[in-house]
Nanobody, 120 residues
Framework: QLQLVESGGGLVQPGGSLRLSCAASGFTEGDYAIGWFRQAPGKGREGVSCIKHDGATNHFASAMKDRFTISEDNAKTTVYLQMNDLKPEDTAVYYC?????????????WGQGTQVTVSS
């Protein structure tokens, strides 16, 4: 059973940084992608970024690509989202998700989410 566990959220002041982690276990597929998504209060879920098993990355939202960076560890068991120059509008619950194949399509597996609050 594939499991995803996010961590690293919290309260940060505008202009600050956070690094979110997504620990993945139970993969049986050799070709997969892990993505980061977020949902702000009263809004729909928004794609942030994605990394494929071969290390290729995609940004779902151009507004964040200069501030957010997705990466993974050498063991390919943890995916990170480095978030810099955070703004109040970045406040949201951040989720990681996994799917077989590339970064586009239905996402089958989701973590429980981690809250990020950007406020002074």
């Amino acid at each position: 059973q594939l499991q995803l566990v996010e961590s690293g959220g919290g309260l940060v002041q505008p202009g600050g940084s956070l690094r979110l982690s997504c620990a993945a276990s139970g993969f049986t597929e050799g070709d997969y992608a892990i993505g980061w998504f977020r949902q702000a209060p009263g809004k729909g879920r928004e794609g942030v970024s994605c990394i494929k098993h071969d290390g290729a990355t995609n940004h779902f939202a151009s507004a964040m690509k200069d501030r957010f960076t997705i990466s993974e560890d050498n063991a390919k068991t943890t995916v990170y989202l480095q978030m810099n120059d955070l703004k109040p509008e970045d406040t949201a619950v951040y989720y990681c998700a996994a799917r077989s194949g590339g970064c586009y399509g239905s996402w089958n597996y989701w973590g429980q989410g981690t809250q990020v609050t950007v406020s002074s």
